[in-house]
């Protein structure tokens, strides 16, 4: 009879950690359904990261010297960064690389290369251009996703040719 009762007792553990488990694995699940896709969240942090590389990019063309230009290179590092992630989540062939990224990060660094020294009037200039030509990529990069986290091909696109034109600034600005 005790016997019996311990398996009966085993029978019931078992079932309950069964029961306790599955539980466990629905609430997970659903927890899951119930947020956001997480390459729709890293879109949204790169997003973010292109918006504040926008403001800083606005300020700099009022910069003074290469010093008050590391809040826009620390901003084009982080955009950069995380757009490349994305990316990788997407795939080169949905989701366009963004090449300007890097171009104007080197070009921040060959302005400031020589330590802090005022900013020549041609390289503010230069500056406020760039801060026009993200303006536009800035736009496609905002209407890239749909709802449902996909990237629309026409919005690639349009990322593209604005991220060529900005490029192909920094080209030419960086030449000598």
Same mark, same amino acid.
């Given at each position: 009879m005790k016997q019996r009762r311990r398996k009966w007792f085993m029978y019931a553990i078992v079932a309950v950690v069964v029961l306790w488990s599955a539980l466990q694995v629905a609430e997970l699940s659903e927890r899951e359904k119930a947020g956001e896709p997480a390459d729709k969240m890293l879109y949204q942090v790169a997003?973010?990261?292109?918006e504040l590389l926008g403001s800083h990019l606005a300020e700099s063309a009022r910069a003074r010297d290469t010093d008050q230009l590391n809040a826009l290179r620390q901003a084009v590092y982080s955009a950069s960064y995380t757009h490349e992630h994305l990316v990788k989540v997407y795939g080169k062939e949905r989701l366009a690389r963004l090449e300007s990224l890097s171009g104007l990060l080197q070009y921040l660094l060959r302005l400031q290369v020589g330590g802090t020294r005022p900013l020549k009037a041609e390289e503010q200039a230069m500056l406020a251009e760039a801060s026009k030509r993200y303006a536009g990529l800035f736009e496609a990069y905002g209407k890239l996703m749909n709802d449902g986290g996909r990237v629309i091909g026409s919005q690639n696109s349009a990322l593209k040719a $604005?991220?060529?034109?900005?490029? $192909?600034?920094l080209d030419r600005k960086q030449q000598p």
């Open positions: 997003y973010f990261q292109m $604005a991220d060529t034109a900005f490029a $192909a600034l």
